[in-house]
């Protein structure tokens, strides 16, 4: 009986053992899961707040970038200057050089020995300026505009001069335009990418524009030569020339020649199909001459 009792009681003892055993693994793994997940939740949390962090700072960058560009073009139309001139310059004149990288230039014919200036200057950073020079008959006008090449930054020059009919002119621009009409002295006239426009001149006529727009119309110059790299040209003669020279780089031609005259071609430089002309204009037996000369873009005369 002894014996039997001593078994149960170390069975017990055994089981008793065993389940606070399996209560203490079960407690450290409970304990082990509880620790991990909130490692993980930490781990989230400090990612969570990088993310947002990361998020504040595209902003402020991104509004940094907004509100300096309009408060530096706010400044500059708030620091806007401006100057208006008119001027005439009494002095017998042949010629007229001009020289205006950026300005807005108008050319008309006006009174002998005299020339009229008339400018408005738009400023914001340095002011341009308007320099005149004379050499003999030989009247020279220089248009400084200094500063960046923008609209709110920069500086803005209109130019209009009347100078006598028979003066030459050589005009030089770099984007800005040369308009000029009724003039009948010898014109030459360059621009890069400003627009050039000439009406009712008589006199020989030369123009170079690299990107520009060309518009002629109601030329009755005896001699015309257009050269034009990839902007659009359009010439229009109210009376025959006698010799009209084109070259077309990437642009496009559109000559107009008074109807029934007639003219000797020399269309080799064209290739294909690169130029048409219009049906009766060509002529080898004409005392005119066109010569055209067309690389890879396109032209068409006709009446």
């Known amino acids: 009986m002894t014996d039997t009792r001593d078994r149960t009681t170390w069975r017990a003892a055994g089981d008793s053992l065993r389940g606070s055993s399996q209560r203490g693994i079960a407690e450290r793994g409970i304990a082990r899961r509880g620790t991990s997940q909130h490692d993980v939740?930490?781990?989230?949390?400090?990612?969570?707040?990088?993310?947002?962090?990361?998020?504040?700072?595209?902003?402020?960058?991104?509004?940094?970038?907004?509100?300096?560009?309009?408060?530096?073009?706010?400044?500059?139309?708030?620091?806007?200057?401006?100057?208006?001139?008119?001027?005439?310059?009494?002095?017998?004149?042949?010629?007229?050089?001009?020289?205006?990288?950026?300005?807005?230039?108008?050319?008309?014919?006006?009174?002998?020995?005299?020339?009229?200036?008339?400018?408005?200057?738009?400023?914001?950073?340095?002011?341009?300026?308007?320099?005149?020079?004379?050499?003999?008959?030989?009247?020279?006008?220089?248009?400084?505009?200094?500063?960046?090449?923008?609209?709110?930054?920069?500086?803005?020059?209109?130019?209009?001069?009347?100078?006598?009919?028979?003066?030459s002119v050589d005009a030089a621009s770099r984007s800005g335009s040369i308009s000029l009409s009724g003039l009948a002295g010898d014109l030459r006239l360059r621009t890069g990418s400003g627009p050039i426009t000439v009406s009712d001149s008589s006199g020989p006529l030369r123009v170079t524009d690299d990107s520009g727009r060309v518009r002629a119309t109601g030329l009755s110059s005896p001699t015309v030569a257009l050269q034009t790299r990839s902007g659009p040209a359009s010439v229009n003669f109210s009376t025959p020339p006698s010799r009209f020279t084109a070259s077309v780089g990437a642009g496009r031609l559109d000559a107009s020649l008074p109807p029934g005259s007639r003219y000797r071609l020399d269309g080799g430089g064209a290739p294909g199909d690169a130029l048409r002309v219009a049906p009766g204009l060509a002529d080898p037996d004409a005392a005119g001459l066109i010569s055209v000369r067309v690389d890879h873009g396109y032209a068409a005369l006709g009446y």
């Open 41 to 167: 939740g930490d781990s989230q949390s400090d990612g969570g707040r990088w993310q947002r962090r990361a998020w504040r700072a595209v902003a402020a960058l991104t509004g940094a970038l907004l509100v300096l560009p309009a408060g530096g073009y706010a400044w500059a139309w708030l620091a806007r200057d401006s100057r208006d001139a008119d001027l005439v310059l009494h002095h017998p004149v042949g010629a007229l050089r001009l020289d205006a990288p950026r300005a807005s230039v108008v050319l008309r014919p006006g009174p002998d020995d005299q020339v009229h200036l008339r400018y408005t200057m738009d400023w914001s950073v340095r002011a341009p300026a308007v320099r005149t020079g004379w050499a003999g008959d030989t009247l020279t006008v220089l248009v400084d505009q200094p500063g960046p090449d923008l609209d709110a930054f920069g500086s803005q020059v209109s130019l209009e001069i009347e100078l006598p009919a028979r003066a």
